[in-house]
């Protein structure tokens, strides 16, 4: 008798043990799945505000007047990007009065043929070099409005079309823009 109230007992202390060992698996299970669900509607969120900023990215690209040197496209092209050359973390001082000014930035210049990649690629540092002279007369406070930057790209984009003999620039982005 004795030896059987020791089986029963320990079957008991095996199911307790059991269904102990049972809810922390359950909840590590739930909180995977909560965890696939969310990221499942942020990645759902991020494709659907992708898309609704495509739209707009393709109205104000019809305004801008970057890189049009004659030519005018119909509004399905303005959609479609050309290739790219970046041009990342150029360091400039600028014109300051009241003591050193900085401005690091990141350009990326967009093409209008595949073919034109080869002539900016090999001209990369006479490229830099522009661009680093363009933003070297600014001052701080005309590179932190919006009509300075759009002024500084477009003087970016004619003093480098105007070096290009094969290809143009049809657009140039900053994709950094840090002045301190």
Do not use: W
């Not at 005309?142 to 300075?148: D, F, H, P, Q, R």
């Amino acid at each position: 008798m004795a030896k059987e109230e020791e089986k029963h007992e320990e079957g008991t202390e095996e199911n307790a043990e059991g269904g102990k060992s049972k809810k922390p698996i359950i909840i590590i299970a739930v909180a995977i799945v909560a965890l696939i669900v969310i990221g499942a509607v942020v990645v759902m969120m991020m494709m659907k505000s992708e898309d609704t900023s495509g739209g707009a990215e393709g109205k104000s690209a019809a305004k801008d007047e970057h890189g049009k040197k004659g030519e005018k496209k119909k509004g399905g092209d303005e959609a479609k990007p050309g290739p790219m050359l970046a041009i990342d973390n150029i360091v400039i001082n600028l014109v300051s009065e009241t003591g050193a000014r900085y401005a690091k930035v990141s350009v990326a210049l967009e093409m209008d043929t595949p073919e034109s990649m080869v002539e900016v690629t090999e001209r990369k540092a006479m490229l830099q070099d522009m661009i680093i002279t363009v933003l070297s007369q600014k001052t701080a406070d005309e590179l932190i409005t919006y009509k300075g930057k759009e002024s500084c790209k477009n003087e970016i984009l004619d003093k480098v079309n105007e070096k290009l003999h094969d290809g143009t620039v049809r657009n140039v982005y900053f994709t950094n823009f840090i002045v301190q």
